[in-house]
């Protein structure tokens, strides 16, 4: 999940509690429904966010996607519990030592048909953002398609290297035709998104396609 960039992170945590419990106070919302007029129903993740079918809005693991409702992810939970204000899944990190700025834009991939992956990650490996992938150079009758899912990361652009050789989430490049014969190789720009201090840059990685 992507929290408020800047030193004003726990000042911003602490206006969006207190309307959190204005807002239950009132009785706005859907945590002041009685609970004979809810109907339960299966919400399913939404396409690219990187969640597996069975993790529903509101599971433990959830740290991104759909946020869940009051129902699945009580208000009590949200400010008192071990998760975050918005996903249950994730931990914030230390509030006083600058955690958001300091992003890694870590990249990994070559591995089956996921040719090439970047994904930005807090510093406790939480997915923070995912960049722009673009294919500059590719060996001709070559398919290759994107997607956010989960890859190890073996390096990083930039930041902190504590997360390599951790399974993180961000965009990856993927074949999706038929593999060259005798390989290749394709260059690819990535464009991290205006995000902590190592946001908005770009670098241009050559990597290696599979062979047949």
Known sequence: MIKAPGDRRGTMRGFARAALAAAVLMGIGAASLPAAAQSSITVRPPPGSGLPDWAT?????????????????PFWSRIFGTGGLIFPGYTSPT???????RLALLIGGGTGRVVFA??????????????????RNAPPGVTLTTDYGQFVATGNDAGSTFCRGRTVRGTRLILSGRAPRGG????????????????GTSYTHTVALPSK
Request: proline content about 12%; aromatic content about 6%.
């Open 57 to 73: 809005p509101g599971s433990p693991t959830q740290d991104s996607g759909t946020p869940p409702t009051f129902q699945q992810y």
């Open 118 to 135: 970047a994904g930005m990650a807090d510093t406790l490996c939480q997915p923070a953002g995912a960049p722009t992938l673009t294919v």
């Open 95 to 101: 509030s006083n030592d600058s955690s958001y700025q």
């Open 184 to 199: 290749g190789s394709v260059t690819v720009r990535v464009s991290w998104p205006r995000i902590g201090r190592n946001g």
